[in-house]
């Protein structure tokens, strides 16, 4: 009887362990918790943000960042988004190639199984944009001091005890590029450091310059034995002529793996406007009356070019 009492007892336990196990409930996972860091370092182009996940919610976090629109201001990961790595804490996010003075709407957001959730909505104004002007001004001696001002204050690139010009200015991310010449010797500057690009013996001048990647590419002349100018330009300060007669190139801009030039050349008694692609020449004027290309702007297959000819009856410049 006394067995039969004991083993009862045992199963009536072991029933009411199993209806406890039974109770035993596992919490569902949600979204993750997140909030939007402050908006800082803005420019005209870029800003940081970020955010602070303080739960994943039961489920691994797979994604993280911040979501941005000018239009959207409760902006999604349907929008620009930056990806900034997985799992909780904190992060930064670099927000980069924002349009100039424009508002934009700012906020983090997370993704685990669940699904994504989003912080409190931030906006911020990038700054206006920079103005650069290449030029010079004379000083007290008579001498020529190339400067380039920014936003209108100038900086000078010269110490004002030789003649120099500036001509030409390009910027490349923080990289300030100008072109010009110093006691009429072909030069250019990066941020403040002149480059010569002649040994200075004859006149040479450098009109234009550009930078890609780490390459810097220079339009300008270089005097022949003769005196007269001959077209050319410089890569990493390596000449390439482009005419054997007389003439000038005064522009460039460089398109992917394509180099275009704008000038003109002595075709024969007047000066033809022509532009080179990859060294190859192409005339724009008949050579009638003498005409000059000064600029030059490449987008997608389209060339377009500014200049001017003078008309031989009136002597009047034709733009």
Not at 118 to 127: A, E, H, I, L
Not at 250 to 273: E, K, L, Q, R
């Amino acid at each position: 009887m006394k067995n039969i009492i004991l083993a009862t007892t045992y199963l009536i336990a072991a029933t009411f362990i199993i209806l406890i196990s039974g109770c035993e409930e596992t919490n569902p996972a949600v979204v993750p918790i997140i909030s939007t860091s402050a908006i800082s370092g803005i420019t005209s182009s870029t800003a940081s943000s970020g955010g602070s996940i303080s739960s994943d919610g039961g489920a691994t976090i797979t994604a993280r960042g911040v979501c941005y629109s000018v239009t959207n201001q409760t902006p999604t990961t349907a929008d620009n988004k930056t990806t900034d790595g997985t799992g909780t804490g904190n992060f930064i996010s670099n927000l980069t190639n924002l349009t100039a003075n424009s508002i934009y709407y700012v906020r983090a957001y997370t993704t685990n199984s669940v699904g994504t959730s989003y912080g409190s909505v931030m906006n911020f104004t990038t700054s206006p944009p920079d103005i650069y002007v290449a030029g010079y001004e004379i000083n007290a001696s008579g001498n020529s001091v190339a400067k380039y001002w920014k936003n209108g204050k100038a900086v000078s690139l010269t110490d004002g005890t030789k003649r120099t010009i500036a001509l030409s200015i390009f910027i490349n991310d923080e990289d300030v590029y100008v072109a010009g010449y110093e006691n009429e010797h072909a030069t250019y500057w990066k941020n403040g450091t002149i480059v010569s690009l002649t040994n200075g013996i004859v006149e040479s001048v450098a009109y234009s310059v550009v930078a890609n990647g780490a390459d810097v590419f220079v339009a300008g002349y270089e005097n022949n034995p003769n005196g007269d100018p001959v077209a050319r330009y410089w890569k990493n300060g390596v000449t390439t002529y482009l005419l054997n007669e007389p003439g000038k190139a005064t522009a460039i801009s460089v398109n992917g793996a394509d180099i275009y030039i704008a000038g003109s050349g002595n075709d024969g008694y007047f000066s033809v406007a022509k532009y080179w692609k990859n060294g190859t020449v192409i005339n724009l004027t008949d050579g009638l009356n003498p005409a000059y290309a000064t600029s030059i702007f490449v987008d997608g297959q389209d060339v377009y070019i500014a200049g001017y000819e003078i008309n031989n009856n009136t002597g009047i410049n034709v733009v």
